[in-house]
């Protein structure tokens, strides 16, 4: 079943973002939408926690940032031990060995250019590798996934804030992800 996209952003608009959305956050919330599709999985469980980790994550801009975004490059530069492997994307990849491995897994260069990983459709797809695997050999952000915190006997976004940074602001995102899942039930029941 697909999710009527107009009935989704009219529902998390308010909820979520103040009343309005720019361009620039539906155009990311579609990207992280367009690789759920592709990908054909069903938990909207898992999109929800994805989508409140990007709004996290992002500063509500649904767009991918890269690590400190509000500082220098030059900051970056003394101040971050793995430069220039810094975080970059919509859930902050980060160090040599992480983008080598995700670009192997993507079949895109990323230590050629770092800076592929601020595309939505690539940080979309670094996103959903790092947090639906459980395996470090493939590319995986911590070795928690979505599996692990939703699936037919469990049930929490609390934490699922593992799957990419331990414990902080746990209670926060999982508010976020219950926003974004009660939009995603009733834009998946609307006509399209």
């Known amino acids: 079943m697909s999710t009527n996209r107009k009935v989704f952003f009219d529902g998390i608009r308010p909820d979520l973002f103040s009343g309005t959305l720019t361009q620039d ?14 990908r054909k999985l069903t938990d909207l469980r898992w999109l929800a926690y994805m989508l409140a980790t990007t709004y996290h994550e992002t500063n509500m801009t649904m767009q991918p940032v890269r690590e400190a975004y509000w500082l ?20 902050q990849l980060t160090w040599e060995d992480n983008y080598k491995k995700m670009g ?7 230590l050629a250019n770092l800076d592929l990983a601020m595309d939505p459709r690539i ?5 959903f590798e790092g947090m639906m695997k459980a395996d470090s050999t493939v ?32 209670d926060l995102i999982a508010g976020y992800h219950h926003g974004f899942l009660s939009d995603l039930r009733y834009a998946q029941g609307a006509p399209s």
């Open 25 to 38: 956050q539906v155009n990311g919330i579609d990207a992280i939408l367009d690789e759920w599709e592709v």
């Open 72 to 91: 220098s490059e030059e900051w970056r530069r003394r101040n971050l031990r793995y430069y220039p492997w810094y975080g970059r994307g919509y859930v």
């Open 104 to 110: 192997r897994l993507l079949g895109v260069d990323l």
């Open 123 to 127: 940080a979309a797809a670094i996103m």
């Open 139 to 170: 590319g995986d952000f911590t070795g928690k996934c979505l599996e692990m915190y939703f699936n037919d006997t469990v049930d929490d976004p609390i934490g699922a804030r593992k799957i990419i940074n331990g414990t902080d602001k746990a």
